[in-house]
Structures are given as structure tokens and as C-alpha cells.
């Protein structure tokens, strides 16, 4: 049975005659657990739901003020749904509709499922995806999971299943609140700990209406949860409160999530600075380690100076924290002290004294989030950069995460942006080891650093650089990667860090240090060197992934050559003859697309084409198939003469992936007759409930713009073949 026949998909006009409707939907009737989406396409708000009562519940839907405005709802029907299993879909459709930004969700945040049941990765997960699909094609959803993953609407949503020390640390701040004994509470965790994610969910927790919480998924803790959230909206009706984000670019990413969630809106999130006009209930700070004090502010001095003197403070003593106090009634504080990178960063001493302090409560996450290396990694890095390795220890390394060293800055280069294609959200990141020259308008040359006659660029934005239509192609700084996630961070130390072997220790060299505002005031060479190496240990947490690894002093390279696992050069492609192919057991078909006609119909004879071994990386199976990529029409993503990796189209959308066609009218100058390989793009027409493709677009990528795209349309549709979807170059 595939995918499509486990469940179907039903809409309904939601009003007073949907209950009667139901009598014709067994699933229905029997009492049968249903997930449910509402939604209006004029508002564009949406709600996600999941019960076994739909008469009830629809009932109860149709008496709530806020939902009986919306206007349609899809049923999601299946025999193979149990009640785990529509609480694990409705948690995913309440995840992925948040981060796909067609629709603003009135969901409540608390209580989304995040537990184990029977074949939840072997049946359940393929199911959600043919949903996704399915709710793409009638409308309901714009993006792709894949795209999804990667983008900032998703990875900052409120809309998150909290791990058991994440809900501690919630529990901790809402009794704090509810306490008046307590006026600051600072939730101390290193970078990847989830500290922004808790500053979210706690913000829509109080903008919320409670009718809409579900607080089943907290289990033993639900009732303790429920008082608190009723108690908290007792105290705080109507809440004066915002986010402060000290760094602009972070701030502007943050402010674009609060304007697709619902309750929730971008003047809610703001800079230290603006906090003078009013005073407020609660003021979350998210990086509140970049807080400023007046050091090295450049052109901020004068904007510093008159909050100071709106507020009655001394401009030489004062920081943007006791701004924060005084203006809020509490605050709530996600602190790091080793992610603090410049002099003008409020001091670590003055949180010391503010967590000291009588009103002052302090709560500590520990768990790594973000780096699938996990705690193991994190302490690594630690004691890498602070020398406290030795050779008998064991040096890091796990199929969970790729920690690897390059002695090429060519090397790095590429395989960084071979992630991105695989992966998105990969970047080349480094330390601040090279003037800014690009930036001048009357800069002299278009490039910023050159190492091994490669010349590089710094980025060419401050704001959200990271999402850029260019970052591909150039080298973030700290400024630009604090507070961001990637998937593979390229970090490229630079020559204003060294290693001394005979004192196994790591040295600074202050004249190779470029940010002029990051050393400016520093007399004392141990507090330029803790700022360096916060920088360094910041950027090399921000890989999902993977960190990969190149350096420029000889010494530094040299030590960590011992601690960090060494690029190996990827071997040429290995061809198997004829008497050692085992089909999709060691090897796979590697097809010559000139004389490919027939081949992707049926199981082929090892004659029919030449076999391949696969990097162990890849798990063989008889859905892949390579071909070779000739000419330069995808050469954005695909150089010419590539071998790529394909799996078999087996259905759901195709649409903004780069596929292989087949087509008889097809004429590829770069393929030759009946075959292309082009990004899909589908135009559709519905009506009645029923989709079908009006025309479809095979895009080119290219840097050649003389590449046209190829349009099927009409009659000529009936004939066009999906036959892969592209994976990986090979």
C-alpha cells in the first residue's frame, strides 16, 4: 500500500451544517481519531486539531469567538491512525504550518506531543511527508519540509515540544513572575542550549488565550502547569512586555518570526535603546551577554548618552542592564558569559552582582540543542581551545557530527558549498584577521582576504547576511553569525591567532586583529585573548552539522593537527566489472543519459551500464542511480562533468527540486534528445476540489543566462517522466 492510500484528505464549509455532513464519513461516526485543519484563505489564519469526537469538538469550534470566523476545514482520514499518532501528526502540521508562513496559526503553544509509539519512524513518518504533500498540492501549504527545516519562521517558532529541562527552566521563570519576592531572573546556558526558543515560547505562553492551551503533554506536571498559566494571566491581563534584542541583524530576524505568529507582532521586538519610552511588566532579553556599556560604541555614543540622561544615570557607569531593571517590573535574562566578544559588552562582573542581588532568581540549561555532537563536542572545543588536551586523550569524532580540519582553503571552499546544496545553511565563517576594504566607496580591489592566492570577501550586509542571496560566495564575521544557526560552519581561523608549543598555549597577536572595536581600551592581553577565543568557541557552535576547519599560523594548524580529524581527499570514482557487481548490494548504475532511452523502466542487467561503488556515507539501495552531468546549464549547483547521485521518483512533490525528465519533444542542448535535468516548477489549476498542472517549467541554473527555460504544457504534459530526484554529487 503507498503512502497516498493510508489516509485521504476531506474539505468542508465550517458552518452550523457540518455536524450533518459527518454522517457520511465512517471514520467519523465510529469514533475513529480524526486530525483537522481550519483555516480562511481571506485572513489567512489557521488552526490544527486532533480528536476522536468530531462532533463535539466542531460544535465547540463553531461557539468560539475567534474560530467560528474561519471559513473551511480539511479532515485527515486514516485506518491507521491511533490516537498517537494523530497527536504526533497534529504536533508536525502545528510545527510546519508555523514555519511555512502561509498561515498565522491561533494555537496555543503549550503541550505539543514530542513522545516514542509504535512504528512512529517506520510508517508515521512517511505518512506525515505524503500529507505535507498532499496539502500542498490543494493549497493549503506552500513549502517543502526540506525548506522548511532550514528557514528562521521555523527555527524560532513558539511552536515547540519542550524537553523535561526546558520545561524546568519555564516552571522556574513562572513561579519568579508569580513571585513578587523576585524582580530579575537570569537563565544562564551556553550557545545551543535553546535560550532564544525559551524567550519565544515564554512570550507567546503570557500573549495567549488560555482557551487555546492543551496542557495533556505535560503529563504528571499538567495541573501544576494550568494554575500557573491561569494565575500568570491573572496577574498580567494585558502585559506590557517586549523582546530586547541587543544586535540589529539578530533583532530584525526575530522581529519578521513575531510578525507571522499570531498574538504576537514585530513592534514587540526591540533594541536596549528604545525601552526609555515607557516602562513595561515584563522585558525578555534574548543575548543579553551583548547588553552594552559606553565602550567603543562609535556612532551609538550619542544615542547612549541621552537614554542615560532620560533615565538619571551616569553615562561613564551605567550599561544597557540597569536600563533593563529599571524600566521593567521584571525581566528575564538569557545570559551566556562566554559568547561576550567586545570590550563594550555589559561586564561579566555586573550580572554576577545582579544575580547576587536579593531579588534576583537563577536558573542554568545545560543540554546541547542546536550541534548534534552534543555536550561531548561542546566540552572538546572547550578544552581544545583552552590547551587542556593531551595526546592520550581520544580525539572527537562520530558519525553524528563531521568535526573535520583542512589544510586547503580551496579544499574548504568547496566542500562548504557542496553542503549548501546538499544541506542549505552552510557558510564560511572567520576571525576578524582582515581589514574591511570592500565596504569604502573608494575601495581599490573587490576582495577583502587572500589566502593561498584565493581571495575571499567579507559580507557584503550586517542585516540577517546569513539568509543572503550571496553569503554562498563570501566570509561572515562573529557580527554577522551570533545568535543564527547553520547546518556546516566553515571557520577559518586567522593570523591574529597562534599557538605557543613550548608553553602549550594559545597566543594572540593583537596587530593581525582587525575589529578596531573589538580591541580598542584593552590594556590587559589576557581579556583580548578571552574575547578572541569567545568568538572562535561562538562560531564553531553554530553547526548543526558539522564544523569544518582551516588555519593560517603554521603553529596553530600544526596543534590542532592532533586533536582534529584530517580531510582526506575524496577518492575518484571506482567502477566495478563485470564479475564483481553485485546490483545495489555494493554498487549502483551509473547510466550514459546519450543512450539512457528505456533504462529507467525496469530492473536493468549488469551489462546495461557501468557500476559504481557508493561512499559509505550513502546507504545503498535500489531507489539510487547516477548519471553523468554534461554542460553548463546547471552550473549554480552542478558543474559540468559532475557524476550525480538520483532516487527514483516514487511520488509526491516534485516542485523547486532539480529532477531528471524525460521527454520525447524534449531538445537539451546540453543532454541531447528526451532527457533534461532542471529545477521543477509547476503552475496549477484548481477547482472543485480537483488540482490538475497547467504548465510545466524546467529551470535552468546558470550562470550563462543564454539558457532557456523549457515549458511543457497542454497535451504535451501526458508525456513528461520524472524519473530522479537529484541527491548529492558524487
Same mark, same amino acid.
Given at each position: 500500500?503507498n503512502q497516498?492510500?493510508?489516509?485521504?484528505?476531506?474539505?468542508f464549509d465550517?458552518d452550523?451544517?457540518l455536524?450533518?455532513?459527518?454522517?457520511?464519513?465512517?471514520?467519523?461516526?465510529?469514533?475513529w481519531p480524526? /486530525?483537522?485543519?481550519?483555516s480562511?484563505d481571506?485572513?489567512?489564519?489557521?488552526?490544527v486539531g486532533?480528536?476522536a469526537?468530531m462532533y463535539?469538538r466542531?460544535r465547540s469550534?463553531l461557539k +468560539?469567538n475567534?474560530? +467560528?470566523?474561519l471559513t473551511?476545514v480539511h479532515l485527515i482520514?486514516?485506518?491507521?491512525f491511533?490516537?498517537s499518532?494523530?497527536?504526533d501528526i497534529?504536533?508536525?502540521l502545528?510545527?510546519?504550518?508555523?514555519g511555512?508562513g502561509q498561515?498565522?496559526?491561533?494555537?496555543?503553544n503549550?503541550?505539543l506531543?514530542?513522545?516514542?509509539?509504535?512504528?512512529?519512524?517506520?510508517?508515521?513518518?512517511d505518512?506525515?511527508?505524503s500529507?505535507?504533500?498532499?496539502?500542498?498540492t490543494?493549497?493549503?501549504?506552500?513549502h517543502?519540509?526540506?525548506?522548511?527545516?532550514n528557514s528562521?519562521l521555523?527555527?524560532y517558532?513558539p511552536?515547540?515540544a519542550l524537553?523535561?529541562?526546558?520545561?524546568?527552566?519555564?516552571?522556574?521563570i513562572?513561579?519568579s513572575?508569580l513571585?513578587?519576592?523576585?524582580?530579575?531572573i537570569?537563565i544562564?546556558?551556553g550557545?545551543?542550549?535553546?535560550?532564544?526558543?525559551?524567550a519565544?515560547?515564554l512570550?507567546?505562553?503570557?500573549?495567549?488565550?488560555?482557551?487555546?492551551?492543551?496542557?495533556?503533554?505535560f503529563g504528571?506536571?499538567?495541573?501544576e502547569?494550568?494554575?500557573?498559566?491561569?494565575?500568570?494571566?491573572?496577574k498580567?491581563?494585558?502585559?506590557k512586555m517586549?523582546l530586547v534584542?541587543?544586535?540589529?541583524?539578530?533583532?530584525?530576524t526575530?522581529?519578521?518570526?513575531?510578525k507571522?505568529?499570531k498574538?504576537? +507582532?514585530?513592534?514587540?521586538?526591540?533594541?536596549?535603546?528604545?525601552i526609555?519610552?515607557?516602562?513595561?511588566d @515584563?522585558?525578555?532579553?534574548?543575548?543579553?551577554?551583548?547588553l552594552r556599556?559606553?565602550?567603543?560604541?562609535?556612532a551609538?555614543?550619542?544615542?547612549?548618552?541621552?537614554?542615560c540622561?532620560?533615565l538619571?544615570?551616569?553615562?561613564?557607569?551605567?550599561?544597557e542592564?540597569?536600563?533593563?531593571?529599571k524600566?521593567?517590573?521584571s525581566?528575564v535574562?538569557?545570559?551566556?558569559?562566554?559568547q561576550?566578544?567586545?570590550?563594550?559588552d /555589559?561586564?561579566?562582573e555586573?550580572?554576577?552582582k545582579?544575580k547576587?542581588h536579593s531579588?534576583?532568581?537563577?536558573e542554568?540549561?545545560k543540554?546541547?540543542?542546536?550541534?548534534?555532537g552534543?555536550?561531548?563536542?561542546?566540552n572538546?572545543?572547550?578544552?581544545l581551545?583552552?590547551?587542556?588536551?593531551?595526546?592520550?586523550d581520544i580525539i572527537f569524532n562520530?558519525?553524528?557530527?563531521?568535526?573535520i580540519l583542512?589544510?586547503?582553503?580551496?579544499?574548504?571552499?568547496s566542500?562548504?558549498?557542496a553542503?549548501d546544496?546538499?544541506?542549505?545553511l552552510s557558510?564560511?565563517?572567520?576571525?576578524?584577521?582582515w581589514?574591511?576594504?570592500?565596504n569604502?566607496k573608494?575601495?581599490?580591489q573587490d576582495y577583502?582576504?587572500e589566502?593561498?592566492?584565493?581571495r575571499l570577501?567579507?559580507?557584503?550586509?550586517?542585516i540577517?547576511?546569513?539568509?543572503?542571496?550571496?553569503?554562498?560566495?563570501?566570509?561572515?564575521?562573529?557580527h554577522?553569525?551570533?545568535?543564527?544557526d547553520?547546518?556546516?560552519t566553515?571557520?577559518?581561523?586567522?593570523?591574529?591567532?597562534?599557538?605557543d608549543?613550548?608553553?602549550?598555549?594559545?597566543k594572540i597577536?593583537?596587530?593581525?586583529y582587525?575589529d578596531?572595536?573589538?580591541?580598542q581600551?584593552?590594556v590587559?592581553?589576557?581579556?583580548?585573548?578571552d574575547?578572541i577565543l569567545?568568538i572562535?568557541k561562538t562560531?564553531?557552535?553554530?553547526g548543526i552539522?558539522g564544523t569544518?576547519?582551516?588555519v593560517?599560523?603554521?603553529d596553530?594548524?600544526?596543534y590542532f593537527?592532533?586533536f582534529i580529524?584530517?580531510?582526506k581527499?575524496?577518492?575518484?570514482?571506482?567502477?566495478?566489472?563485470?564479475?564483481? /557487481?553485485?546490483?545495489? /548490494?555494493?554498487s549502483?548504475?551509473l547510466?550514459?543519459? +546519450?543512450?539512457?532511452?528505456?533504462?529507467?523502466?525496469?530492473l536493468?542487467?549488469v551489462?546495461?551500464?557501468?557500476?559504481?561503488?557508493?561512499?559509505?556515507?550513502?546507504?545503498?539501495s535500489?531507489?539510487?542511480?547516477?548519471?553523468?552531468?554534461?554542460?553548463?546549464?546547471?552550473?549554480? @549547483?552542478i558543474?559540468?562533468?559532475?557524476?550525480c547521485m538520483?532516487?527514483k521518483?516514487?511520488?509526491g512533490s516534485?516542485d523547486g527540486k532539480?529532477?531528471?525528465?524525460?521527454?520525447?519533444?524534449i531538445?537539451?542542448?546540453?543532454?541531447?534528445?528526451?532527457?533534461?535535468?532542471k529545477?521543477?516548477r509547476?503552475?496549477?489549476?484548481?477547482k472543485?476540489?480537483t488540482?490538475?498542472?497547467e504548465?510545466i517549467?524546467l529551470?535552468?541554473?546558470?550562470?550563462?543566462?543564454d539558457y532557456e527555460?523549457?515549458?511543457?504544457e497542454?497535451?504535451?504534459l501526458?508525456n513528461?517522466?520524472?524519473?530522479?530526484?537529484?541527491?548529492?554529487?558524487l
Open positions: 500500500m497516498t492510500q493510508m489516509f485521504s484528505i476531506k474539505k465550517f452550523s451544517k455536524v450533518n455532513e459527518f454522517n457520511n464519513i465512517h471514520y467519523v461516526k465510529d469514533l480524526v /486530525v483537522y485543519i481550519l480562511d481571506i485572513v489567512k489564519e489557521a488552526y486532533e480528536t469526537d463535539s466542531m469550534h +468560539n475567534t474560530k +467560528n470566523k473551511a482520514l486514516s485506518e491507521r491511533n490516537k499518532a494523530t497527536l497534529e504536533s508536525n502545528i510545527k510546519y504550518i508555523s511555512d498561515y498565522k496559526l491561533i494555537n496555543g503549550i503541550g506531543a514530542n513522545h516514542n509509539y509504535y512504528q512512529k519512524k517506520e510508517i508515521y513518518g505518512i506525515f511527508k500529507i505535507w504533500d498532499n496539502l500542498r490543494i493549497g493549503i501549504t506552500k517543502s519540509i526540506d525548506y522548511i527545516d528562521d521555523f527555527k517558532s511552536y515547540k524537553t523535561q529541562e526546558q520545561k524546568d527552566g519555564l516552571k522556574v513562572m513561579k513572575l513571585d513578587n519576592t523576585y524582580k530579575n537570569i544562564e546556558g550557545a545551543g542550549t535553546g535560550k532564544t526558543i525559551l519565544i515560547f512570550f507567546k505562553l503570557i500573549n495567549t488565550s488560555n482557551e487555546d492551551f492543551n496542557f495533556e503533554e504528571d506536571e499538567e495541573l502547569f494550568l494554575e500557573m498559566v491561569f494565575e500568570l494571566k491573572k498580567y491581563p494585558n502585559p517586549a534584542v541587543p544586535m540589529s541583524s539578530f533583532r530584525s526575530l522581529k519578521k518570526v513575531f507571522n505568529i498574538g504576537l +507582532n514585530a513592534n514587540m521586538v526591540i533594541g536596549p535603546a528604545e526609555v519610552k515607557d516602562t513595561f @515584563i522585558l525578555i532579553v534574548d543575548e543579553s551577554h551583548r556599556r559606553r565602550v567603543n560604541l562609535g551609538y555614543f550619542r544615542a547612549f548618552d541621552v537614554v540622561e532620560k538619571n544615570f551616569d553615562k561613564y557607569s551605567c550599561s542592564l540597569d536600563w533593563i531593571v524600566q521593567s517590573e525581566a535574562f538569557f545570559y551566556d558569559e562566554n561576550s566578544i567586545k570590550p563594550s /555589559v561586564k561579566k555586573d550580572f554576577d545582579l547576587l531579588l534576583s532568581k537563577t542554568y540549561l543540554s546541547q540543542f542546536r550541534v548534534k552534543g555536550n561531548d563536542y561542546v572538546y572545543i572547550d578544552n581551545l583552552k590547551c587542556k588536551l593531551t595526546k592520550s562520530t558519525k553524528k557530527y563531521e568535526f583542512f589544510d586547503s582553503i580551496e579544499s574548504i571552499q566542500e562548504i558549498k553542503r546544496i546538499e544541506n542549505g557558510r564560511l565563517v572567520a576571525g576578524y584577521s581589514p574591511w576594504i570592500t569604502k573608494e575601495a581599490k577583502d582576504i589566502i593561498e592566492n584565493t570577501k567579507w559580507n557584503s550586509t550586517n540577517d547576511w546569513v539568509n543572503s542571496s550571496n553569503s554562498i560566495n563570501e566570509v561572515g564575521c562573529i554577522t553569525i551570533q545568535g543564527y547553520l547546518n556546516y566553515g571557520v577559518i581561523f586567522g593570523n591574529e591567532i597562534t599557538y608549543k613550548k608553553n602549550n598555549q594559545i597577536l593583537k596587530e593581525y582587525h578596531v572595536n573589538g580591541k581600551s584593552i590587559d592581553a589576557e581579556e583580548l585573548k574575547f569567545n572562535y562560531i564553531m557552535l553554530r552539522k569544518y576547519v582551516y593560517c599560523d603554521k596553530l594548524r600544526d593537527s592532533e580529524p584530517k580531510y581527499i575524496k577518492k575518484e570514482i571506482e567502477y566495478l566489472e563485470d564479475n564483481e /557487481v553485485v546490483p545495489y /548490494v555494493n549502483i548504475p547510466y550514459d543519459l +546519450n543512450v539512457a532511452a528505456g533504462y529507467f523502466s525496469e536493468q542487467t551489462k546495461d551500464c557501468k557500476w559504481i561503488v557508493l561512499n559509505k556515507t550513502y546507504k545503498i535500489d531507489e539510487l542511480f547516477a548519471c553523468k552531468v554534461i554542460g553548463e546549464s546547471m552550473n549554480k @549547483i558543474p559540468n562533468g559532475s557524476i538520483f532516487r521518483y516514487s511520488g516534485r532539480i529532477v531528471l525528465v524525460e521527454h520525447t519533444s531538445q537539451d542542448p546540453d543532454f541531447g534528445s528526451g532527457y533534461t535535468i529545477e521543477y509547476s503552475n496549477k489549476s484548481i472543485n476540489d488540482w490538475s498542472h504548465s517549467i529551470k535552468p541554473l546558470s550562470y550563462n543566462l527555460e523549457i515549458v511543457i497542454d497535451d504535451e501526458i513528461l517522466k520524472v524519473i530522479g530526484i537529484f541527491e548529492t554529487i
